[in-house]
């Protein structure tokens, strides 16, 4: 994944973006953007353990940002429409099957 810095004003663009936790008792894994809570704090979840009705609360200063979800999930995303756990893992999967596996 490649590192990226993001200007606080910024994070509403981080919807669908993949992340990876750098730090915390979550490190090493692997998110999606799901909303945007506050200037530099991101809402994420994985499916699994953090599904999408209890996000994880991440400041973007510990997420590594990689690649994009798939485009229909990020339209649902952006328009507000029910997204599911399995939508979530699909996109985690589909992107990084290596990382999913963990």
Request: charged share 25%.
């Amino acid at each position: 994944m490649f590192l990226c810095l993001v200007e606080k004003a910024s994070t509403p663009d981080l919807l669908g973006r993949l992340a990876t936790s750098r730090l915390g008792r979550d490190a090493g894994a692997v998110y999606v953007v799901i909303a945007s809570e506050a200037p530099g704090v991101v809402l994420v979840a994985d499916g699994r353990s953090r599904g999408v009705a209890r996000p994880k609360r991440k400041n973007v200063r510990h997420l590594e940002f990689g690649g994009t979800a798939p485009a229909a999930l990020v339209e649902r995303l952006a328009g507000g429409q029910p997204v599911t756990d399995e939508d979530i893992r699909a996109a985690i999967s589909a992107a990084a099957p290596s990382a999913a596996a963990e």
